[in-house]
């Protein structure tokens, strides 16, 4: 999970709140989402909503971490995941936040169904938590384990989100290795750094021992 710092509620929210929130209030228990659907597009999420989700996540879900995209159509075909309003109180049991700017958090498609209408017990809200990529990590094995002492707080998370279903795994194992590969390509190229010595002093012996095998190996075919 990242930090992600919350922006500027858009107009709509600062002006007509109170509004959405009385007729929210009519509805309750009704059919929520069709009475907060505007012009074609849920109320509280609209363009001017996606806009600023973008500049709030700059399309990194703050949930699985994955890459999203803002398109519905096209990229959806692809399978691509794409920005979605969360509601941190479902929609479902607090009718009355659906328009609440602070009750709305942007995540992937996926991480929005995953974790459909069910409440989470302290959740853990990635836009007040500065720290919140330090109450977990990423194990070898691309599962997303608790820090120590966090286990409690975070436990609730991983399972309402599904965060180490098989899928994210091999997500995560893939994005492992691509930053592998990178790092690696990066010492190469930065052999003097600090942090690259020791590593390709271990690679050089390694190399070294390959050679010399192969200049002793050579040496003996030529005495035969
Ligand atoms: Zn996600």
Same mark, same amino acid.
């Given at each position: 999970m990242i930090f992600i710092k919350r922006k500027k509620a858009p107009q709509k929210f600062r002006y007509n709140s109170k509004k959405y929130k009385m007729e929210v209030k009519k509805y309750?228990?009704?059919?929520?989402k069709t009475d907060v659907y505007d012009n074609g597009h849920y109320a509280y999420f609209d363009k001017s909503v996606k806009d600023v989700f973008i500049k709030m996540t700059n399309y990194r #879900?703050?949930? #699985?971490c994955r890459k999203m995209y803002d398109s519905c159509i096209k990229d959806n075909e692809n399978g691509f995941l794409i920005i979605t309003a969360e509601h941190i109180k479902p929609e479902k049991y607090y009718p009355e936040l659906i328009m609440s700017w602070k009750n709305l958090l942007p995540c992937c498609n996926e991480c929005n169904n995953k974790r459909d209408s069910k409440i989470i017990n302290n959740y853990l809200n990635p836009t007040l938590?500065?720290?919140?990529?330090?109450?977990s990590y990423c194990n070898y094995k691309g599962e997303i384990v608790p820090s120590v002492g966090k286990e409690l707080l975070i436990k609730n998370m991983i399972d309402s989100y599904l965060l180490n279903d098989r899928k994210l795994i091999i997500n995560r194992m893939c994005f492992k290795n691509e930053v592998m590969n990178d790092y690696f390509n990066l010492l190469v190229a930065l052999e003097d750094g600090d942090e690259s010595i020791v590593f390709l002093d271990i690679y050089r012996d390694e190399l070294k021992k390959k050679r010399l095998k192969e200049k002793l190996k050579w040496k003996v075919d030529l005495l035969e």
């Open positions: 309750k228990g009704n059919d929520i #879900c703050p949930i #699985c938590i500065r720290n919140i990529n330090e109450y």
